[in-house]
């Protein structure tokens, strides 16, 4: 295979694009490569890697913005921002748990792929966190969308259109994102012992309680512990924390007895949410990522029956991961499953030949196709970007 | 920008009028459809009234069907439609044309579910954005964005425009609480995007359809995201010397790691105009006010408050005033929310929606009332100050044509600034007829191209709200 293209300059990625669409060949695009096994297996292509676009080109924390080429690394950017006490909102899952590939994941890899972590219910996903980008479409043209500013509503918004768009209309070159201030504290409520169905009603009354929880998982028995355990999240100032807390514990006592972790007990365990580290092993089994109404995570799971071999819920049931047998069987499975209760699924992690052989994505409707169809051909005509990743002709 | 251009109409579709309307009332009760010229007339503005043209006809359909059988009409007979909710636009998102037929959702405006447990709202797009929260305050729940003109505009209407609000610092604006809906495409084919769950699956069509102004297809019903009601709410109010002083104090707010839930930025002449119109008590002898609010209970609220008081003192602050009771709470609202209707009372005025990076606001501010002095005019600001969308409104005379040219020029100029300081043309307000022909000073033609096949993918002949958003060139009359 030949040597990946690494652009260094946005005039680098126009001509690299340009260079395969007049040679009629295709590009792979990727960041650090973190998460190269996402998408549906990549057709005969050269590889072309924004990991040299790495600079941070600035940041305001007055204005909780900060501006970086698509390769600069999430790591590099944490650690920028948590020198005044910022953090990433959204909390971006890492993919080496799951994946265990080499590379490390890039601001361009976070927003094509937009998987927001436990904070999404009360912080919104990467797309909601993304204030501008800019992009070299299929032509080689580059395309500047939003801006740095959080309001905006000038022209339509292809920031939105690009994020979890896996790279598909557009090469990432640059990315502005909204900061927030990094929770000064956090106290983690546990409940043990609790089914799926009571913990959905317990994190249900938690998120929807004027009490500020950013955090809502349900941990099967097994993850960590021998028993289940229900997890929820209150963050903020030292002063208002334990007022807070307390308050909380009560309303949620009825479901059982309540026992706290703070500090880096609290953090680390999140951690593994983000990151599904509790169903990355063993490493044969297919790993689905399933969005529904919470208030459906208990029937889904009950439809799953012996096809799931281990789940978890994160956003109180809003989010199910599940591990399977990576077999068509298994995924006809988990596809019937999620439509009877109106969710979609991806299949996440998967060899190859399996994410050849079954959708990766939820198959949109017909029209829903044909529209993203159109608009991959009005960004990238001749298909020359990351093409088929998400859907056959997308 | 001055004197806002309109395309040349199509003189087949005034010919063919009487047959146009004549295959309308036939698919639709008479009750449903406004044919003569009184009634159309209510359709011929929305709130850019110095621009009026009257629609061919207008239509009120009850049902998503309803809206699909009316856009394979108007596609099969080659006319031009233009969506509107309550018709509050203030770029003129909503305005028609006389060879275009308006298709008004305020029929559809029931609350068709309510989820607590998911904590969602399904409605149909004619519902007005205060009824949805409304409906679920009892239960402890509200629907976050909150337009100023939120007791009548539609949430529909807010999709069109990704509407924000004085309160969206904290809650985002309307495509971050928005779950799915409900599009009609010209075919008259019907498109559910996204649905119940946080995230919808694919090319993200709902972020795309939030703020496309009308032009990808007519949004019937929304599925939008309801949020627990804090335990409480407490706005204060600061009075401050220099306008530098106010601004630094709201980045030093930022900076420090609180992020209230609306910082609301006010100068002399908007104190004076609100104060003299909602008597809430403002300070009239300062440069700057800001309203600040927070949300949380008790002592999470004196905790931050105590913070933000702290910083207001090393800002300078020459006036501070806690809010001791919700009557009080509602008295500082008032003036802030009234702003631009008590404007109204003084002079007739344009409200500009520009939004610069926070650490240009003095800048952009001082340079705004140089631009405006430029012209002989004045300008009150008021404007939600955490996320540096600015509200200048400029003051002129309606009934004199060259004032209000000047006044249009100054916009203008305004906005050409706040693009310059790294910001965008609208905050909230949308393009709209207003903005379009400024959109060059933002976009590249490469850019504008990119965003016109975006458009085309959904509509390729730009029939839906037609001579919005993109600049006219030669098709201007």
């Known amino acids: ?394 | 920008m001055s004197h806002i251009a309109f395309p040349r109409l199509d003189e087949t579709i005034i010919a063919r009028r009487a047959a146009i309307v004549g295959r309308l009332a036939a698919i639709l009760p008479p009750e449903c459809l406004i044919a003569d010229e009184s009634g159309r007339r209510a359709f011929e503005t929305d709130a850019l009234t110095a621009y009026r043209r009257l629609p061919l006809a207008v239509v009120l359909p009850r049902s998503t069907e309803e809206v699909a059988r009316v856009l394979r009409l108007c596609r099969d007979e080659m006319v031009n439609v233009v969506p509107r909710g309550a018709g509050t636009s203030l770029s003129g998102g909503a305005i028609p044309q006389e060879d275009a037929v308006v298709i008004t959702l305020t029929k559809m405006s029931r609350i068709l579910e309510v989820n607590l447990a998911d904590r969602y709202a399904r409605v149909e797009a004619g519902v007005t954005n205060l009824a949805i929260s409304e409906a679920v305050g009892a239960e402890g729940f509200f629907y976050a964005p909150d337009p100023s003109s939120q007791l009548a505009c539609t949430i529909g209407g807010n999709i069109g425009m990704n509407s924000g609000g004085a309160h969206c610092l904290k809650y985002g604006v309307t495509t971050n609480n928005l779950l799915g809906v409900r599009l009609v495409t010209l075919d008259g084919e019907i498109l559910d995007i996204g649905g119940e769950a946080m995230d919808a699956p694919g090319y993200d069509l709902l972020g795309l359809v939030c703020g496309s102004e009308g032009q990808l297809g007519i949004v019937t019903e929304a599925i939008v995201r309801l949020i627990p009601l804090p335990e409480g709410a407490r706005p204060v109010l600061f009075g401050f010397d220099t306008v530098e002083d106010a601004s630094q104090c709201v980045a030093a707010i930022i900076g420090a790691g609180i992020v209230p839930v609306a910082m609301e930025y006010m100068d002399k002449l908007a104190i004076r105009i609100c104060e003299d119109f909602a008597h809430a008590g403002y300070p009239l002898d300062v440069e700057a006010m800001l309203i600040i609010e927070v949300e949380g209970s008790d002592a999470e609220m004196g905790a931050m408050l105590a913070r933000i008081g702290a910083i207001a003192k090393a800002h300078n602050v020459r006036t501070a005033r806690e809010s001791m009771s919700a009557m009080e709470s509602a008295q500082i609202w008032k003036g802030r929310k009234s702003a631009f209707g008590a404007t109204g009372r003084v002079a007739d005025y344009i409200c500009m929606d520009g939004t610069v990076p926070t650490g240009r606001l003095p800048e952009a501010l001082q340079r705004t009332g140089e631009i405006c002095a430029s012209f002989g005019l004045r300008v009150a600001n008021v404007f939600h100050a955490g996320d540096g969308n600015m509200h200048p409104l400029i003051l002129y005379n309606i009934n004199d044509e060259a004032e209000r040219v000047k006044a249009e020029e100054a916009g203008a100029a305004v906005l050409e600034m706040c693009v310059e300081l790294g910001g965008c043309l609208t905050g909230e307000h949308g393009v709209g007829v207003e903005k379009r022909e400024l959109m060059p000073r933002q976009f590249s033609d490469v850019e504008l191209k990119q965003q016109k096949r975006v458009r085309a993918a959904f509509d390729p002949d730009g029939r839906l709200n037609p001579a919005k958003v993109f600049p006219l060139g030669e098709r201007a009359a």
């Open chain 1, 1 to 394: 295979m030949t040597e990946a293209l690494k652009p260094e300059r946005e005039a680098d990625v126009v001509e690299a694009v340009l260079a395969a669409r007049h040679a009629g060949t295709k590009l792979d695009i990727v960041g650090g490569g973190s998460k190269a096994g996402l998408g549906r297996p990549r057709a005969e292509a050269r590889r072309l890697s924004s990991s040299a676009l790495s600079g941070i080109v600035f940041y305001a924390p007055a204005e909780m913005t900060l501006c970086a080429g698509a390769g600069a690394t999430i790591a590099a950017i944490e650690a920028a921002v948590a020198e005044h006490g910022q953090t990433l909102p959204f909390e971006p899952m890492r993919p080496h748990a799951l994946w265990g590939a080499g590379g490390e994941p890039t601001l361009g890899g976070m927003v094509a792929t937009n998987l927001a972590g436990p904070r999404r219910p009360s912080a919104g996903a990467v797309r909601d966190g993304v204030l501008g980008l800019k992009l070299v479409n299929g032509l080689g043209e580059p395309i500047r969308c939003g801006g740095r500013v959080m309001k905006n509503v000038t022209g339509l918004d292809l920031v939105k259109l690009n994020c979890g768009a896996h790279g598909t209309l557009g090469v990432l070159t640059e990315a502005t994102i909204k900061l927030a201030p990094r929770p000064e504290t956090e106290t983690t409520l546990v409940m043990a012992g609790l089914g799926e169905p009571k913990a959905v009603e317990a994190m249900t009354r938690g998120l929807g309680s004027p009490f500020g929880v950013t955090g809502a998982a349900w941990l099967a028995p097994g993850m960590g512990r021998d028993f289940s355990r229900t997890l929820m999240r209150i963050e903020g100032f030292a002063e208002s924390i334990d007022d807070r807390v307390g308050r909380f514990a009560a309303l949620i006592g009825e479901f059982g007895e309540v026992s706290r972790l703070s500090g880096e007990d609290s953090s680390t365990l999140w951690r593994s949410v983000r990151d599904a580290e509790f169903i990355a092993e063993p490493r044969d089994r297919a790993v689905w990522r399933v969005n529904l109404a919470p208030s459906r995570a208990g029937s889904f799971v009950a439809a799953l029956g012996a096809t799931s071999l281990a789940h978890f819920l994160d956003w109180g049931g809003g989010l199910v991961w599940v591990a399977t047998a990576a077999s068509e069987a298994a995924a006809s499975t988990v596809r019937r499953a999620v439509a009877s209760a109106k969710g979609h699924a991806t299949l996440m992690r998967a060899p190859d030949s399996l994410r050849a052989a079954v959708e990766v994505f939820e198959p949109p409707s017909a029209l829903g196709l044909t529209l993203s169809r159109r608009l991959k051909q009005s960004f990238d005509p001749d298909g020359v970007l990351n093409f088929g990743r998400m859907y056959d002709g997308v």
